[in-house]
């Protein structure tokens, strides 16, 4: 396992956070209420082993419900309502945690390779690589 680390935050940085990279798995998730918490047709997200996470400043969590009908915690900056933390009891069991890869401070080389939910999705994004996993099941949560 690498050292190798990248940094994160909300928009006013009251909220930062460090995880370890290359990212468990980086994926995008296109349901509904990831399109509504992101404002966009799809949010970006990173997973990353829960105890090698860090986090300073104080997350809000918003309780939605997945498909599974399972809690999923919302978490975000409660200064500027930014987006940073996603979290299920599934993700918990396995001991990860999910964070809005577009809150990391670099985000240049960000290339997912799992797209979930896609049939819920904008229909005027396309999906083209035919290597990639698409997940239209409860998944995690």
């Known amino acids: 396992m690498t050292d190798a680390t990248r940094e994160g935050g ?13 990212p468990l798995m980086l994926l995008t998730c296109a349901c509904r209420n990831c399109q509504k918490q992101s404002g966009a047709a799809v949010s970006v997200v990173g997973a990353a082993p829960r105890d090698r996470m ?3 400043g104080t997350l809000k969590t918003y309780e ?7 809690a999923v915690y919302r978490q975000f900056c409660p200064e500027c309502g930014s987006p940073v933390l996603t979290d ?9 945690i999910f964070y809005k890869a577009g809150t990391l401070d670099d985000t240049t ?6 797209h979930c939910w896609t049939g819920r999705g ?20």
């Open 88 to 96: 299920t009891p599934g993700a918990a069991e396995q001991e990860i």
């Open 10 to 22: 909300c928009l006013c940085g009251a909220v930062r956070y460090s995880v370890p990279w290359p």
């Open 54 to 56: 860090t986090i300073k």
């Open 109 to 114: 080389d960000l290339a997912p390779t799992v």
């Open 64 to 70: 939605d419900e997945g498909a599974s009908g399972k």
């Open 122 to 141: 904008q229909k005027w994004v396309k999906y083209s690589d035919a290597d990639m996993v698409m997940i239209e099941q409860e998944g995690l949560n």
